[in-house]
């Protein structure tokens, strides 16, 4: 990996296949780094050797990208106590992710997301006044990413289309790569507006990459990247296809995806996907001609190395991380061949890709009552 080039655009029309990364504050909250509900970042400043070493793991695992642990453009959102600046703790995820990028090769990306302006309403929607407020918002956090060079921008976890386009118009003039990506559903955006507009808008609006990211399980997100392409098709677009969807299962989620799920933050281990289920993502991902491929929260180290597994004919080579996987099974065949019943038929791959996982609690839920269901229809729920 060290030796290619760091410019997604030029590896992608040479016809590779990207590897994205994983999740990193839901990890990071995990392992005791990050505070559940505010989500951010200052252990890049306060236990950076945590953050370094996820990214490690992600790159190990087969990971092209590292993206920065960055967040916000202004000083809000920290717990109560801590005093760094969002420009400090952005900068020292920008170092912590150029470090990782000399180490391992990896494409650095850091990412802008959905606006607080836009959010509450101090944005006007559909003006040119709101526009250049939203477009102010997102120049403060990208200040930092310019001025640490990074080698893509990605446009990410935004619910309108209009905001995005915004924000595509605004990443476009930086001269860097730019990957879009929507925190939507097979139900549209936050305004009703289609998978298939939003993809359509988001290609007219120059955006060289599209998709999808987090929300959402990643077979939710592959129905709703087919409805996008379905329309880019119809309309003679072809801009390069991205997906980086929820690690968790979904499909009684409500508009805003697991959010709207009373086993979040704390609870959601129950429906944690399988490194199996990322294989089957990964295939029917590239099926589909998506061609950046990774994940967003609840996406683990060793599911991202699923990924580059399962497509390493396609990518011409294993990642380093499988050094430690039995990923063509053969060690549980041998133990299976020595006749030991626990390991009867798990050197079949098939074995594991129709297992259906269970939750070991007896009075355990298959789906959640949701009120307001988007994805399943509600009398299945009763």
């Keep these: 990996m060290a030796d290619k080039s760091k410019n997604i655009l ?4 040479a016809g590779e296949v990207i590897v994205g990364d994983g999740s990193y504050v839901n990890t990071m909250e995990k392992r005791g780094y990050v505070k559940a509900g505010n989500y951010t970042p200052e252990s890049s400043i306060e236990h950076p050797q945590a953050v ?6 992600f790159a190990r695992a087969g990971g092209d990208i590292t993206q920065t642990f960055t967040f916000y453009s202004r000083d809000v959102g920290t717990p109560e106590g801590c005093d760094l600046t969002c420009l400090e703790i952005n900068q020292a995820s920008c170092d ?3 470090k990782i990028s000399e180490k391992k090769g990896t494409i650095v990306a850091g990412g802008i997301m959905q606006t607080g302006v ?31 060079n990074i080698d893509l921008i990605i446009v990410e976890y935004f619910h309108n289309i209009e905001e995005m386009e915004w924000a595509i118009d605004l990443a476009l003039r930086y001269g860097k790569p730019v990957a879009a990506t929507m925190c939507i559903g097979p139900t549209g955006d936050g305004s009703g507006v289609s998978p298939g507009e939003c993809a ?3 290609a007219r609006a120059g ?39 929820l690690g968790f299962r979904t499909p009684d989620a409500g508009r805003f995806g697991w959010i709207t799920l009373p086993e979040f933050p704390f609870s959601m281990e129950p429906r944690q996907i399988t490194r199996w289920e990322v294989a089957r993502y990964a295939r029917e991902a590239y099926d589909l001609g998506v061609r950046v491929i990774g994940g967003c929260c609840g996406f683990e180290p060793y599911h991202i190395r699923a990924i580059a597994e399962e497509l390493a ?30 390991y009867a038929m798990k050197g079949s791959k098939q074995f594991w890709m129709d297992l259906v996982p269970c939750t070991g609690r007896p009075m355990s839920a298959a789906l959640y009552k949701q009120p307001d269901p988007q994805l399943v229809n509600k009398a299945i729920l009763q």
Excluded: W
Aim: aromatic share 4%.
């Design 200 to 202: 359509v808008r988001m």
């Design 52 to 57: 370094e070493q996820l990214a490690t793991e």
């Design 96 to 98: 912590i992710a150029k």
């Design 118 to 148: 836009y959010r509450t309403g101090v944005a006007v929607k559909g003006t040119p006044e709101g526009k250049a407020e939203v477009q102010q918002e997102l120049i403060e956090g990208l200040e930092v990413l310019i001025k640490n």
């Design 313 to 342: 004919e396609e990518r011409k080579g294993f990642p380093e991380g499988s050094d430690k996987s039995d990923h063509d099974l053969s060690t549980m065949k041998k133990k299976a061949d020595l006749g030991r019943p626990d």
């Design 207 to 245: 955006a060289p990459i599209i998709g999808i990211n987090c929300l959402f399980d990643p077979f939710i997100c592959l129905e709703t990247m087919r409805m996008m392409k379905k329309a880019l098709d119809a309309e003679g677009l072809t801009p390069f296809l991205m997906t980086q969807p």
């Design 10 to 13: 030029e590896r992608l029309e």
